[in-house]
C-alpha cells in the first residue's frame, strides 16, 4: 500500500484524487492567484510523476492534454501523478508567453524566493512540485505564430531519459541543449529525468498534437510502470532522433507563399517559400541549406528580413524519415469530415 501524498498541506490518501490549489501571490486587484494541481494518488507505491502545461501562458495545447489525461481511468495507477495544467497562470489568463513584467517563465528557473515575480513563481514550481517528483514532462508548443510537428526534446546522454522519450513515441526526437534558466535546466540539475513535449502553435488547439501527447505520457507512465501494459499492444513506430537542427531565415522582408509543409523532407538548395513584394515586382527564393526535415515553421505570412521561418531537423535518411512521420500522422489525426471532438 502506498502511503498518503501531502501537497500545499493537502493529504491525498492512497487510491484517491484531490485538487489542490497552491497560493502564489496575489493580483493588483486583491484577488488572490492560485496553482490549480490535480494530485491522483495510486493504491500502490511507485514514481512520482509530474506533467505540467502552460509554462509560456499562450501554449494551451498541453492545458488540453492534461485535462484528457485526467478523464482517462487511472484506478490501477501506481505511484502518483501530479498534474499542472497552467503552471505561467498570469500569462494564461492575460494570453501572453509572459509574465506582467514581461519575463519569460521559461528563462528564470530556479528563481528565488525574493526575486522578480517570474523568480518566485519559478521558485514556488520547483520547490512544491519539482521538490516532490521523481519524473517530469513539460508540454509546450511554437511560439505565436509558429507551428510545431510533435516532437520530444529531452538530453538523450542520461539513459533514463533517452528510454522514457522513445517511450513517449513523438515522431521525431531533438536531442536538444539545455537553455539557461528553463525548466528542464532546473530539474536535471535535481536529477529529475524531464520530457519536453514541443506540438502545435501557441493560442490554438492542434487535434493531431494533442492526441499525440496524451498517448504520449500514457506511454511514458506505461513504461514508468505506474500503467499497467496496453490490452493491445499497438504497432508503434519508432521514434526518429535528430542529428541537429537549424532555422532558415528570410532573405527579405515581404510577403511568404509556402511551398513546403510541416514534416516534409527538403533538399539542399530547393525552394521552401517565396517572398514577394505586395504589388508582385519584386521576389526572393526561401532556399534549405542542406537536407533535412522541416519540424517547425512560421504560420504568419508577413516576414521581415532575418525572421525565423523553417525549423529544419537533420536526419541520416531524411526522405524515409517524412515517410513515417507522414504516416504516424495520418494514423492519429482524425478524418476531417467524421472528427467529433472528444467530449
Ligand atoms: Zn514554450
Redesign the pocket.
Known amino acids: 500500500m502506498a502511503e498518503p501524498f501531502v501537497l500545499g498541506g493537502v493529504e491525498v490518501p492512497p487510491g484517491q484524487r484531490r485538487t489542490v490549489e497552491l497560493p502564489v501571490g496575489r493580483r493588483f486587484t486583491g484577488a488572490e492567484l492560485v496553482l490549480p494541481v490535480e494530485v491522483v494518488n495510486g493504491r500502490s507505491p511507485g514514481p512520482r510523476l509530474f506533467v505540467c502545461a502552460a509554462?509560456?501562458g499562450d501554449?494551451i495545447n498541453g492545458v488540453e492534454i492534461i485535462r484528457r489525461l485526467l478523464r482517462r481511468p487511472l484506478r490501477s495507477l501506481s505511484g502518483t501523478l501530479i498534474a499542472v495544467p497552467i503552471v505561467n497562470i498570469y500569462g494564461f489568463i492575460g494570453l501572453s508567453?509572459y509574465l506582467p513584467d514581461r519575463r519569460d517563465l521559461?528563462r528564470s528557473f530556479p528563481g528565488s524566493e525574493r526575486g522578480s515575480l517570474a523568480a518566485r513563481l519559478a521558485n514556488t514550481f520547483l520547490d512544491e512540485i519539482v521538490g516532490v517528483s521523481t519524473h517530469g514532462i513539460d508540454l509546450?508548443?511554437?511560439?505565436i505564430h509558429r507551428a510545431n510537428l510533435p516532437q520530444i526534446r529531452a538530453s538523450l546522454e542520461q539513459t533514463d531519459t533517452d528510454r522514457l522519450a522513445r517511450a513517449f513515441g513523438a515522431p521525431v526526437i531533438l536531442d536538444a541543449n539545455l537553455r539557461d534558466g528553463s525548466l528542464r535546466q532546473a530539474v536535471m540539475e535535481r536529477g529529475v529525468p524531464m520530457l519536453l513535449y514541443?506540438a502545435g502553435e501557441?493560442l490554438r488547439f492542434d487535434e493531431g498534437s494533442i492526441r499525440t501527447g496524451v498517448r504520449g505520457i500514457v506511454g511514458v507512465m506505461r513504461e514508468l510502470r505506474m500503467l499497467p501494459p496496453s490490452q493491445r499492444p499497438a504497432q508503434r513506430q519508432r521514434p526518429y532522433v535528430a542529428n541537429s537542427s537549424h532555422w532558415v531565415r528570410a532573405p527579405e522582408s515581404g510577403i511568404l507563399r509556402d511551398r513546403i509543409r510541416l514534416g516534409a523532407a527538403v533538399a539542399k538548395d530547393q525552394v521552401l517559400g517565396i517572398i514577394a513584394d505586395p504589388l508582385g515586382s519584386r521576389e526572393f527564393d526561401v532556399r534549405a541549406s542542406r537536407d533535412g526535415v522541416v519540424i517547425g515553421r512560421t504560420v504568419l505570412p508577413l516576414v521581415n528580413e532575418g525572421d525565423a521561418l523553417y525549423h529544419v531537423a537533420c536526419f541520416a535518411r531524411p526522405v524515409r524519415v517524412a515517410d513515417r512521420i507522414g504516416q504516424a500522422l495520418e494514423a492519429i489525426n482524425p478524418p476531417t469530415d467524421s472528427y467529433e471532438p472528444p467530449s
Open positions: 509554462v509560456h501554449e508567453r521559461n509546450h508548443t511554437g511560439a514541443e501557441a
